[in-house]
């Protein structure tokens, strides 16, 4: 089982850039495929990006292709969605997600969730 704490959410002007962390609890967070998602309010969440457990495969929603970067650093357990060029559509809580790397980087569904972190881009 592994514990996922997201961090670097805030405010920001839209065309801005924030980078977003998800620390895992230490075990083998290597061997876990993680994504990221997000809610805007009144929305159901939708799949942002993810990444394979030797991060060598990506994907991402149409939405941030291009705009959105996932990364993952596994010597530190940890995690990372680089979002340039926010837009106020952007805005929302996004939330790092692990699932079995077995199952490889997708849009399905995933087993471990974070408690999630704002992002706010105003016009």
């Known amino acids: 089982q592994v514990q996922l704490v997201e961090s670097g959410g805030g405010l920001v002007q839209a065309g801005g850039s924030l980078r977003l962390s998800c620390a895992a609890s230490a075990g083998t967070f290597s061997s876990y495929a993680v994504g990221w998602f997000r809610q805007a309010p009144g929305k159901a969440r939708e799949f942002v990006a993810c990444?394979?457990?030797?991060?060598?495969?990506?994907n991402y929603a149409d939405s941030v292709e291009g705009r959105f970067t996932i990364s993952r650093d596994n010597a530190r357990n940890t995690a990372y969605l680089q979002m340039n060029s926010l837009k106020v559509e952007d805005t929302a809580v996004y939330y790092c997600?692990?699932?079995?790397?077995?199952?490889?980087?997708?849009?399905?569904?995933?087993?471990?969730w974070g408690q999630g972190t704002q992002v706010t881009v105003s016009s």
């Open positions: 997600a692990a699932r079995d790397g077995i199952r490889g980087c997708g849009t399905g569904s995933y087993d471990y």
């Open positions: 990444i394979n457990w030797n991060g060598y495969s990506t």
